[in-house]
């Protein structure tokens, strides 16, 4: 199912993070990016609500990961590499 407002795929890969496929409202922006072979963990962060008078809110959730890898691994991983963006990219806007 495609987010209503605008998202964000990212791919914690072992070398760190892959942005993914965005949408705009139910449509793809750009082209379609497939997840890497070597990602760990697919993670979208959505706009929740956008606000004019003070900071959009937005989620970031785990979407997919990679069965072969135990919780540990993959945290350990996640300290190596934090969140790629607190915010949405200006291309959103």
Do not use: A
Not at 9 to 34: A, D, M, R, Y
Not at 43 to 53: A, G, T
């Amino acid at each position: 199912m495609t987010p209503d407002k605008p998202s964000q795929e990212f791919h914690l890969t072992p070398k760190g993070w892959i942005s993914g496929t965005s949408w705009n409202f139910k449509t793809i922006q750009g082209e379609p990016i497939e997840r890497p072979v070597n990602s760990i963990e697919t993670w979208l962060e959505k706009m929740v609500q956008p606000n004019l008078f003070c900071s959009d809110i937005y989620s970031w959730t785990l979407i997919w990961f990679d069965r072969s890898m135990t919780d540990s691994e993959r945290r350990k991983v996640r300290r190596e590499f934090p969140k790629p963006v607190e915010t949405f990219p200006d291309r959103f806007y």
